[in-house]
């Protein structure tokens, strides 16, 4: 599965420390086992020399919450060198985690 980036370039938010998204799609089989979880996002900032982690959330859809706005869509390609290749290593992560479902891949997802 791939990862898609988010930038929230709305002026209220764009500077702040998480503006930028990385969101990580859940396979349908976890979706099932998450129960209403559609995957989880991590709030950052690319800099030159890598990225500003913030934290992981759930994106949890229910009847009473709608999905929460992430901002437009970004093409790593768009980044600096260093976040790109971070960004690349936790798409390589995710689909080891989730294609192999061993704990020595789910244990390398969750220290990366």
Not at 32 to 61: F, Q, V
Request: glycine residues 4%; proline residues 4%; charged residues 30%.
């Amino acid at each position: 599965m791939k990862l898609r980036l988010y930038h929230d370039t709305r002026k209220e938010f764009r500077f702040c420390v998480d503006a930028w998204t990385i969101y990580v799609p859940y396979p349908k089989w976890l979706r099932k086992e998450r129960y209403d979880a559609k995957g989880i996002y991590l709030g950052c900032s690319p800099t030159e020399y890598g990225m500003i982690r913030c934290c992981w959330c759930e994106d949890e859809i229910t009847i009473t919450r709608n999905r929460p706005y992430l901002g437009k869509r970004i093409d790593p390609k768009t980044t600096s060198k260093a976040f790109q290749k971070i960004f690349y290593k936790l798409e390589k992560l995710w689909n080891e985690a989730i294609t192999k479902n061993t704990n020595e891949a789910w244990k390398a997802w969750s220290e990366a």
